[in-house]
């Protein structure tokens, strides 16, 4: 890969994740987080894609093979596509869960409910941020930098805010359960957690459903900017939440 595609993917796949990261924090002004938290969640959302890589090319292999071979008859096209995008939401919501957990949410600074969607928003760009800049290497590698241009403008509006959407749909189900205790406070995360990953598949389905229609990718992208206006309405609610 040579100098100037590595330097156009990390700008394109970085930046604008830095613009919505600084977007989102301004929800938060009043009692902001510490930087150096933020910074840490950020850093382990990227981290987490490394992991998410094999995992999801397990996950393929196995649908588009190991399945197969087992049940010893070629399963429909349709059956894999849910299988496979039925597994890649799971393992990135659990794995952007978890880079927020690691990165911030154990920690004592987590000490309102607005904290857990500020650092899972966060981790979900820093995801984002090394997702976009692999994607954006292979296009300009492969479509040079008009390709790569067309594609991080789709991604900044799309794919980006996607994962900020479902992440932050589980953060609005943990600070809804923040003052609470047991049984109730662990009901709400694994609701929010299973909201996360519908939305990220169902995302994903609609995109393969579109491809090669600009009228039903505007229906897509469209329903994205629906849900972060939805998210925007669930910060206020989560502001008024008190013990």
């Given at each position: ?119 899972l928003i966060t981790a979900a760009l820093g995801f984002a941020a ?58 709400d995360a694994i609701i929010g957690l299973f909201a996360a990953i ?23 992208f469209a329903f994205v900017w629906l849900a972060v206006i939805l ?13």
């Amino acid at each position: 890969m040579s100098p100037s595609t590595l330097f156009f993917s990390i700008l394109g796949g970085v930046l604008p994740a830095i613009f919505w990261l600084w977007f989102w924090l301004r929800e938060d002004r009043l009692h902001p987080e510490p930087r150096s938290l933020i910074a840490l969640s950020f850093l382990c959302g990227m981290v987490a894609v490394l992991f998410a890589l094999p995992a999801e090319q397990w996950i393929c292999g196995q649908v588009i093979g190991g399945l197969a071979a087992e049940c010893a008859v070629e399963l429909p096209i349709t059956i894999k596509i849910l299988l496979i995008v039925a597994g890649l939401s799971i393992i990135e919501e659990v794995l952007k869960f978890a880079a927020s957990y690691l990165g911030a949410l154990r920690f004592r600074d987590n000490d309102e409910p607005i904290d857990s969607l500020i650092y899972l928003i966060t981790a979900a760009l820093g995801f984002a941020a090394l997702e976009n800049t692999l994607f954006l290497a292979g296009a300009i590698k492969t479509g040079g930098f008009v390709a790569g241009f067309d594609l991080g403008v789709l991604r900044f509006i799309g794919a980006s805010l996607l994962h900020v959407v479902s992440s932050g749909t589980l953060g609005f189900f943990l600070a809804l359960g923040f003052y609470k205790r047991g049984r109730i406070k662990k009901m709400d995360a694994i609701i929010g957690l299973f909201a996360a990953i519908v939305l990220h598949a169902l995302f994903n389905l609609f995109i393969l459903k579109s491809e090669g229609s600009s009228l039903q990718m505007f229906t897509v992208f469209a329903f994205v900017w629906l849900a972060v206006i939805l998210l925007l309405i669930g910060f206020e609610k989560v502001k008024q939440l008190k013990a």
